[in-house]
């Protein structure tokens, strides 16, 4: 493929041989034309550096490409972390392109970006990301213990969440399939029950309503905080990869695929829990707000709450959407609201990134 091809700029070396004039006039003709050959040879090196690098970004446009965001239930743990990345490193054509951390909500994401290749004689799909995301769930299974975990972020497990996103020329499909196939490599492979949802889910499940069946967004420390493992230890209903018994030390996890999604959250002044869940309730789609938007009201820090907004469809509702009507409704509550943020790049910044540090290591 075009964007494996590798990288380098070459460093032409000067001539060292003097110039045999003897008069200082005649030694320094010769040697401002020796630079300028020399100047002229790197001229020619670095404009074939620029068109090879060209090439290589219109490769990686042309290519399949797919987006991975990985959500790890710590971020305070500095060790087990590092372990995470660590492990990372296993193909450097699986990339790291961002990572937020929360340690309020105590939950890190990392979005990955690979390509993805299909022989249709055989049937194979390969994606470097497979072994990558088995490579750093495993580093995370082995670091982290959901039962000592305590944030105020809701979640199902250790390895809480992954979502595959087709980039570039990749479909929806290819999304669906790498994600199927990630599920099975977890489940069975590791021994943690997994749900599938939306294109990887044959009936097209949301992500939503298998987070609501297990309870997700019910805190059930302090009316705010989720700790530990609050399941039974045999879950109701059957995984779609892996074992109906939960190891409360790893939990469970959910894998889909979809389209580009974006996360959003809006600060709102105020310590008032009830307030937050109410906003985010009306602005929801489900509680009758904006179309294609999933929200919940958390507490963050010691002097604020958001309201932490998923935007399925952020072509059709963005962000701005989002924040009138947050501020709107916080208005009439007599509070204030901050500016909200993203928590990850958009995603043809996520393309841009990846060419960068394939470049970079090529």
Same mark, same amino acid.
């Given at each position: +493929?075009?964007?494996?091809?590798?990288?380098?700029?070459?460093?032409?070396?000067?001539?060292?041989?003097?110039?045999?004039?003897?008069?200082?006039?005649?030694?320094?003709?010769?040697?401002?034309?020796?630079?300028?050959?020399?100047? =002229?040879?790197?001229?020619?090196?670095?404009?074939?550096?620029?068109?090879?690098?060209?090439?290589?970004?219109?490769?990686?446009?042309?290519?399949?490409?797919?987006?991975?965001?990985?959500?790890?239930?710590?971020?305070?743990?500095?060790?087990? +972390?590092?372990?995470?990345?660590?492990?990372?490193?296993?193909?450097?054509?699986?990339?790291?392109?961002?990572?937020?951390?929360?340690?309020?909500?105590?939950?890190?994401?990392?979005?990955?970006?690979?390509?993805?290749?299909?022989?249709?004689?055989?049937?194979?799909?390969?994606?470097?990301?497979?072994?990558?995301?088995?490579?750093?769930?495993?580093?995370?299974?082995?670091?982290?213990?959901?039962?000592?975990?305590?944030?105020?972020?809701?979640?199902?497990?250790?390895?809480?969440?992954?979502?595959?996103?087709?980039?570039?020329?990749?479909?929806?499909?290819?999304?669906?399939? !790498?994600?199927?196939?990630?599920?099975?490599?977890?489940?069975?492979?590791?021994?943690?029950?997994?749900?599938?949802?939306?294109?990887?889910?044959?009936?097209?499940?949301? *992500?939503?309503?298998?987070?609501?069946?297990?309870?997700?967004?019910?805190?059930?420390?302090?009316?705010?905080?989720?700790?530990?493992?609050?399941?039974?230890?045999?879950?109701?209903?059957?995984?779609?990869?892996?074992?109906?018994?939960?190891?409360?030390?790893?939990?469970?996890?959910?894998?889909?695929?979809?389209?580009?999604?974006?996360?959003?959250? !809006?600060?709102?002044?105020?310590?008032?829990?009830?307030? =937050?869940?109410?906003?985010?309730?009306? !602005?929801?789609?489900?509680?009758?707000?904006?179309?294609?938007?999933?929200?919940?009201? *958390?507490?963050?820090?010691?002097?604020?709450?958001?309201?932490?907004?998923?935007?399925?469809?952020? =072509?059709?509702?963005?962000?701005?959407?989002?924040?009138?009507? !947050?501020?709107?409704? =916080?208005?009439?509550?007599? *509070?204030?609201?901050?500016?909200?943020?993203?928590?990850?790049?958009?995603?043809? +910044?996520?393309?841009?990134?990846?060419?960068?540090?394939?470049?970079?290591?090529?």
């Amino acid at each position: +493929m075009a964007f494996r091809s590798r990288v380098r700029l070459l460093g032409i070396p000067r001539s060292t041989n003097s110039a045999k004039t003897h008069p200082e006039v005649g030694s320094v003709i010769a040697l401002s034309i020796e630079q300028e050959g020399a100047t =002229a040879e790197e001229r020619r090196m670095d404009s074939q550096r620029v068109d090879k690098e060209k090439n290589n970004k219109l490769g990686i446009r042309n290519s399949k490409l797919l987006g991975c965001k990985l959500y790890i239930s710590e971020s305070r743990n500095r060790a087990a +972390m590092d372990a995470i990345e660590r492990a990372a490193k296993v193909d450097p054509e699986a990339a790291i392109v961002n990572k937020f951390e929360d340690r309020d909500y105590n939950r890190a994401r990392y979005t990955l970006v690979s390509y993805i290749v299909h022989d249709g004689a055989t049937g194979i799909t390969y994606t470097p990301l497979r072994q990558t995301l088995l490579s750093m769930v495993e580093a995370a299974l082995a670091a982290i213990n959901l039962q000592a975990h305590l944030g105020a972020h809701p979640r199902l497990g250790v390895v809480d969440h992954i979502s595959f996103h087709p980039l570039a020329q990749a479909s929806l499909e290819d999304a669906a399939q !790498v994600a199927k196939l990630t599920a099975a490599d977890i489940g069975n492979g590791l021994q943690v029950p997994v749900f599938l949802y939306e294109a990887a889910h044959p009936n097209n499940r949301a *992500l939503d309503a298998i987070r609501r069946e297990f309870g997700y967004y019910r805190p059930n420390f302090r009316g705010s905080q989720w700790a530990g493992w609050a399941l039974p230890e045999v879950l109701p209903e059957k995984p779609d990869e892996g074992p109906s018994r939960v190891d409360p030390a790893k939990g469970m996890t959910v894998i889909g695929a979809s389209p580009w999604m974006e996360t959003y959250n !809006v600060p709102i002044l105020s310590t008032d829990i009830s307030v =937050a869940r109410r906003i985010a309730r009306q !602005v929801s789609a489900r509680g009758g707000g904006l179309p294609m938007v999933q929200t919940i009201g *958390l507490v963050h820090g010691d002097d604020a709450v958001e309201v932490a907004c998923m935007l399925l469809d952020p =072509a059709r509702v963005g962000a701005e959407r989002v924040q009138s009507m !947050v501020e709107m409704l =916080a208005a009439e509550e007599g *509070l204030d609201v901050e500016k909200g943020y993203f928590t990850d790049f958009s995603q043809e +910044m996520i393309i841009e990134r990846y060419m960068k540090l394939v470049s970079m290591d090529n």
